[in-house]
Structures are given as structure tokens and as C-alpha cells.
């Protein structure tokens, strides 16, 4: 053990005396081979390879591939994704190369025919090692110039009490052009501005995007087109709105003043409410539109006409509600005559029979029109049980009442005190 311990004990201080001893020469000697290995970087630069990814790829050519009236089909941008490259670089300028020192470039001079191409990738400028992908595919079109309409479309609705008015919707341009493969702009039929109707109280001017949609309704990507879309600016008017009644009874002259036993017993306008807009602090003025006035004094007959309404100033009545349909019923008073007692006669009775009733006499009330009741008189009215046909037996028949004519009859309402007798027939 003790032999073991004494050698390491050696060995130690064999080291510690090799690094201490002469430690300025040796300082100096790392100095100067740190000098030399500098000098041989400097003079010889040996290269290294630095790859870089994303690297960022464009085309060389397009506008000559859109002068031979052809285009690259697909999601440009997407297509143009980065590549990875690989640059023999001089290690002096390593730290110096960044991916945007390079342009990597795919030529489309050699497309002139509508086909899918494979097109290799090419970085110019620099001793290149790799590039990945070193080729693209690229699907070449016939170029489409198409002109299409472009129209607004309403979203949502707006809060209770306010209108828009659609039919006068105006658009800075009512079409637009788009230039693109022909397969996607053949395609597309229309463009649409979705314009959002929800929670709006102010008119719209705004600028919205526009979406290209085939005829199923379809969105077509718009990316697929040169230039991309613009937007439209969309002006549309927003009012408040206010519901308020037809009024004819203000506007009626003479009710009071009917011919004699005339009286007005219904007033109606068709249609009964009209939808108004204009300025909030007007409509908060208006509870009802009337129409022109109707003069009565003296009349029998009632009235069934249009009539003009009387807007007042700064109001507009939607859906071009100019005139009111109006009906005035005018009808003669009604009154009421009693008749007591008035005797039950048994008609059309069998030859050689005998009829007996179990009430002979009913009591009468007859209501309608003054003038019909007033010249109704007790000989007028007669009550009776037709037995036409009957033979022996006991029945029980409706009592019938005829008040001196057919149209007397028909017209007035009569109430009896016994509507049915029992007949018995021998």
C-alpha cells in the first residue's frame, strides 16, 4: 500500500514540475502556433458546404409565358414554397451567406404548349453542392381574360325598427375582369359582396372583398387568378322604420249629418298599416297616416273607394303605398215592434180533418230597418202550421210567420214566444 501511494505521489509532481517549469516559453509557443494555423486559413480559405433552407423561389419568364397567352395553373404562392440549398462557400465567408443572399429560380421560356412541365431549379451567382427539390412540377394553361358580374348579397337582418333600402343598393363597378387559366376562370360565372345586415342603425359604406362562385354556387379560390381581387365599395342607405295605422275616421266630414235614420256602423282601409321611414325625430312625431277627407253630410249609400293618403313632409311610405282602399258602411237605423197574441192559423189541411193545437195564439217581435218596421202593421203579420200532407196523428210543427210581402219576410228578424205546437189531426 504504502509502495502504491509513494508512486502516485511521484507521477504528480513529475506533471506538476512539466507545466510549471518554463511557463513563458510555453505561452509564447501556443501564441505562435495560433499565429501560423491563422496565416494558413487566411492564404489557403479552404471551403466548406452551408446549407440553407427555405430558401426563397421565383419564376424567370412569366411575363413572356403570359405574352404567348399562357399561364402557371394552381396556387401560385403555395407552389413557390422555399427549397433547401447547398453552397460550397469559402469558410471565411461562411457566417456572411444567408438564405436571402440566394434567388433560386425556375425558367418558364420552355414552356409553350398547355401541359404539365417538370422544371428543374437553378440558384446562379454561387458554387452550388444541392438544391432540394432540385425540380418542380408546374401545370401550364391557356390564358382566360373573362368579364363577370358582381353582385351584392345581404347577410343577417337589421334590428326591429330600421329598413334598407336594397332595391337602390349601388356598387362602385357592376362587373370586373379576371385573367387566369382557362379551366378555373371557365369556371366562374359570378362574384358575389356578402354585405352583413346584423346590428346595423347607419347606412353602409364600406369596402368589402369580393368571392368568385361557378354556378353551383361554389366558391372558386381567387388565388388562382393573376393580380388577385379587388375589393367593391358598397353603398347602401339604412332608415329607421316605423309602423303606424291607416287613419279614415279623422278624415271623415258630415258622420254626424246622415240622412235621416242613417247611421255609420263601419269604418276600414285596405291595406290597415303602412311601414314608414325617415328621420327618427320625425317618425317619433307620427302615430298614424291619414287619407284625403270624405265628406257624409247627407249621405244614404256607404262607400267602397281608394283614396290618396297624405304623407307629411320628410316621410316616405314603403313598398310605393300611395292611396288607401276605403270602405264606409252607412246603413238605415234599426228598430224593434212587438206584436201580443197574434192568432197560430193551420194551412192546407187535409179535406174532411180537423186540426187542434196545443197553442193558438204567439207573441211576435220583429227588428231591421226603420223604415220596414215603422209601415209594419198587426194585420200584416200572420203566424200559422203548415199541414200540408198530414194525416191523422199528433205532430209537432215549427210555427212560420209572414209579415205582409216576401221581402219584409226575409228581411226582418223575428223572434216568437212559441216557435213550436204540437197538431193533433182527426
Given at each position: 500500500?504504502q509502495n ?10 513529475i506533471?506538476?514540475k ?9 505561452i ?16 489557403q480559405?479552404p ?14 419568364g412569366?411575363?413572356?409565358l403570359?405574352s ?22 469559402p469558410?471565411?465567408n461562411?457566417?456572411?451567406?444567408t438564405r436571402d ?17 417538370k422544371l ?15 425540380y418542380?412540377e ?13 353582385e351584392?348579397?345581404?347577410q ?16 362602385n ?5 379576371i385573367?387566369?387559366?382557362?379551366q378555373?376562370a371557365s ?7 356578402y354585405?352583413?345586415?346584423n346590428?346595423?342603425?347607419q ?7 369580393v ?9 372558386v379560390?381567387s388565388?388562382?387568378f393573376?393580380?388577385?381581387l ?9 332608415y ?12 271623415l ?7 235621416a ?10 291595406p ?7 328621420d ?10 291619414t287619407?284625403e ?5 247627407g249621405?244614404k249609400e ?10 307629411p ?5 314603403l313598398?310605393?303605398?300611395e292611396?288607401a282602399?276605403v ?7 234599426t ?11 193551420p ?10 193545437l196545443?197553442e ?7 227588428e231591421?230597418r ?29 210555427v ?5 210581402d216576401?221581402e219584409?219576410t226575409l ?16
Amino acid at each position: 500500500m504504502q509502495n502504491k501511494s509513494g508512486s502516485n505521489n511521484n507521477a504528480s509532481a513529475i506533471l506538476k514540475k512539466i507545466f510549471l517549469d518554463h511557463a513563458g516559453f510555453k505561452i509564447v509557443a501556443l501564441l505562435v502556433g495560433i499565429i501560423i494555423w491563422g496565416t494558413i486559413l487566411t492564404t489557403q480559405n479552404p471551403m466548406r458546404v452551408k446549407v440553407l433552407e427555405n430558401v426563397p423561389l421565383s419564376f424567370s419568364g412569366e411575363y413572356e409565358l403570359h405574352s404567348r397567352e399562357l399561364v402557371v395553373r394552381g396556387n401560385v404562392p403555395e407552389q413557390l414554397t422555399g427549397v433547401t440549398v447547398g453552397v460550397n462557400i469559402p469558410i471565411t465567408n461562411y457566417k456572411d451567406l444567408t438564405r436571402d443572399s440566394l434567388n433560386a429560380v425556375i425558367n418558364l421560356n420552355t414552356c409553350t404548349v398547355p401541359k404539365v412541365y417538370k422544371l428543374p431549379v437553378r440558384v446562379s451567382g454561387y458554387n452550388i453542392d444541392s438544391i432540394t427539390p432540385g425540380y418542380i412540377e408546374m401545370e401550364i394553361d391557356k390564358l382566360m381574360t373573362k368579364s363577370v358580374p358582381v353582385e351584392p348579397v345581404m347577410q343577417g337582418a337589421l334590428p326591429d325598427g330600421y329598413w334598407a333600402d336594397q332595391s337602390n343598393i349601388r356598387l362602385n363597378y357592376s362587373s370586373l375582369e379576371i385573367r387566369g387559366p382557362a379551366q378555373d376562370a371557365s369556371r366562374v360565372t359570378r362574384a358575389v359582396c356578402y354585405v352583413e345586415l346584423n346590428g346595423r342603425t347607419q347606412s353602409v359604406i364600406d369596402a368589402i372583398n369580393v368571392i368568385l362562385l361557378d354556378a353551383d354556387g361554389a366558391e372558386v379560390d381567387s388565388s388562382l387568378f393573376i393580380g388577385g381581387l379587388p375589393t367593391v365599395t358598397v353603398t347602401l342607405r339604412v332608415y329607421p322604420r316605423k309602423t303606424v295605422p291607416v287613419d279614415v275616421v279623422s278624415t271623415l266630414k258630415g258622420a254626424d249629418t246622415l240622412a235621416a235614420n242613417y247611421e255609420l256602423c263601419e269604418v276600414t282601409a285596405t291595406p290597415a298599416t303602412v311601414d314608414i321611414i325617415g328621420d327618427a325625430a320625425v317618425l317619433e312625431t307620427i302615430n298614424s297616416i291619414t287619407v284625403e277627407g270624405i265628406e257624409l253630410a247627407g249621405r244614404k249609400e256607404s262607400l267602397h273607394e281608394k283614396r290618396a293618403l297624405t304623407i307629411p313632409e320628410g316621410v316616405t311610405v314603403l313598398n310605393n303605398i300611395e292611396e288607401a282602399e276605403v270602405f264606409v258602411d252607412i246603413r238605415e237605423k234599426t228598430d224593434r215592434k212587438s206584436f201580443d197574441a197574434i192568432e197560430i192559423q193551420p194551412i192546407n189541411l187535409g179535406r174532411k180533418l180537423g186540426a187542434a193545437l196545443s197553442e193558438t195564439t204567439v207573441d211576435i217581435t220583429v227588428e231591421g230597418r226603420v223604415s220596414l218596421v215603422y209601415l209594419l202593421e198587426r194585420k200584416d203579420v200572420e203566424a200559422f202550421v203548415d199541414l200540408n200532407g198530414l194525416k191523422e196523428g199528433v205532430w209537432k210543427l215549427p210555427v212560420s210567420i209572414y209579415l205582409g210581402d216576401d221581402e219584409t219576410t226575409l228581411e226582418l228578424i223575428t223572434v216568437l214566444s212559441v216557435g213550436t205546437v204540437t197538431v193533433a189531426i182527426e
